[in-house]
């Protein structure tokens, strides 16, 4: 076992029981044993326990980007205090008061890779994992976890469209087998590239949108689907399912959150007041703006009625 390899092994380890246990469960529902789509959809459900067990995460990672978001005015008027001063006292002035905005709106640049962050172990791990099936399959290899001799036989020899989850773009000369995995690639680049969209267009402020850190956002947006083209032809089909379907599920979860609680001057909040404006009109409601301002409560003492008798005494006086 090499360096990388042990490094990783306690996440191959939880990676190989979470794919064997759905891999029983999906048999236990009548699927059939041995080499069988049950292996591909055993992938598939570890994108979902990962991603449930990220869920609070996820929401950290929300505020986190909301807090971005709503700071950036403040921010680009601290760059804009200093730019063009370069000595010392300045650079450090500057870092001092962006530090302490970043406190006041309780986030972090950081706070919002942190998912991408702590999936990366668990990618490398069963790129790993998958690697060294051949290698435990034949013998030569200790097994990793349930994972053992015959278990790893049967996933090496799972297939989607022809394609077995260990088949890599570089390492088979079947072009059927290449086409399957060129699709999966694009496909895993594609929702790369719409899932940072999503999260980057439709959920942001326009004061975000603009300066520095927007165009490294920008950048991003299409460098990373671009890497992820170049650098698929490396990996094996189970980890291109699985980056696949974590990020249609990325997507997903985004478009709830995005359509249920957009952030603060977003296109994504304009179009769900619309909507909330739309149903309050059919119902025959008033905007709060159109509605008539009420008349004001009366100050002061309230005046006692005077009865007919005391009426006629003032006016004779």
């Given at each position: 076992m090499g360096f990388f390899d042990t490094i990783l092994y306690p996440i191959q380890w939880v990676v190989a029981w979470i794919m064997y246990g759905s891999h029983q469960m999906f048999m236990a529902l009548g699927m059939q044993p041995g080499p069988s789509f049950a292996w591909v959809l055993s992938i598939v459900a570890l994108v979902i326990v990962i991603r449930i067990l990220l869920i609070p995460l996820f929401f950290k990672q929300i505020k986190a980007s909301r807090g971005m978001q709503m700071m950036q005015p403040e921010l680009q008027a601290i760059q804009k205090k200093y730019k063009g001063k370069t000595d010392p006292s300045s650079r450090e002035a500057m870092g001092r008061e962006t530090?302490?905005?970043?406190r006041k709106h309780g986030t972090?640049?950081?706070?919002s890779c942190m998912p991408i962050l702590l999936q990366s172990p668990i990618f490398f791990a069963l790129f790993r994992l998958l690697y060294n099936l051949g290698n435990i399959a034949a013998g030569t290899q200790d097994p990793i976890g349930p994972i053992d001799q015959p278990v790893a036989a049967d996933?090496?020899?799972?297939?989607?469209?022809g394609a077995q989850l260990s088949d890599v773009f570089l390492q088979t000369d079947d072009w059927s087998v290449r086409i399957v995995i060129l699709f999966l690639i694009v496909a895993m680049s594609a929702t790369t590239f719409f899932?940072?969209?999503q999260l980057t267009?439709?959920?942001?402020p326009k004061a975000a949108l603009e300066g520095p850190m927007a165009n490294t956002q920008k950048m991003?947006?299409?460098?990373?689907p671009l890497i992820f083209l170049i650098s698929g032809v490396n990996f094996p089909v189970g980890v291109l399912i699985y980056w696949t379907t974590t990020n249609l599920w990325s997507m997903g979860q985004q478009f709830y959150t995005i359509k249920r609680m957009p952030a603060p001057g977003s296109e994504a909040e304009r179009l769900l007041k619309e909507k909330r404006a739309a149903k309050a009109a059919k119902k025959g409601i008033l905007p709060e703006e159109e509605k008539a301002p009420e008349p004001p409560k009366p100050q002061g003492q309230r005046q006692q009625p005077v009865s007919k008798s005391r009426q006629k005494k003032k006016r004779k006086k």
């Amino acid at each position: 076992m090499g360096f990388f390899d042990t490094i990783l092994y306690p996440i191959q380890w939880v990676v190989a029981w979470i794919m064997y246990g759905s891999h029983q469960m999906f048999m236990a529902l009548g699927m059939q044993p041995g080499p069988s789509f049950a292996w591909v959809l055993s992938i598939v459900a570890l994108v979902i326990v990962i991603r449930i067990l990220l869920i609070p995460l996820f929401f950290k990672q929300i505020k986190a980007s909301r807090g971005m978001q709503m700071m950036q005015p403040e921010l680009q008027a601290i760059q804009k205090k200093y730019k063009g001063k370069t000595d010392p006292s300045s650079r450090e002035a500057m870092g001092r008061e962006t530090m302490e905005l970043y406190r006041k709106h309780g986030t972090n640049p950081m706070a919002s890779c942190m998912p991408i962050l702590l999936q990366s172990p668990i990618f490398f791990a069963l790129f790993r994992l998958l690697y060294n099936l051949g290698n435990i399959a034949a013998g030569t290899q200790d097994p990793i976890g349930p994972i053992d001799q015959p278990v790893a036989a049967d996933i090496e020899n799972s297939a989607l469209f022809g394609a077995q989850l260990s088949d890599v773009f570089l390492q088979t000369d079947d072009w059927s087998v290449r086409i399957v995995i060129l699709f999966l690639i694009v496909a895993m680049s594609a929702t790369t590239f719409f899932t940072q969209r999503q999260l980057t267009m439709k959920n942001m402020p326009k004061a975000a949108l603009e300066g520095p850190m927007a165009n490294t956002q920008k950048m991003l947006l299409y460098a990373l689907p671009l890497i992820f083209l170049i650098s698929g032809v490396n990996f094996p089909v189970g980890v291109l399912i699985y980056w696949t379907t974590t990020n249609l599920w990325s997507m997903g979860q985004q478009f709830y959150t995005i359509k249920r609680m957009p952030a603060p001057g977003s296109e994504a909040e304009r179009l769900l007041k619309e909507k909330r404006a739309a149903k309050a009109a059919k119902k025959g409601i008033l905007p709060e703006e159109e509605k008539a301002p009420e008349p004001p409560k009366p100050q002061g003492q309230r005046q006692q009625p005077v009865s007919k008798s005391r009426q006629k005494k003032k006016r004779k006086k």
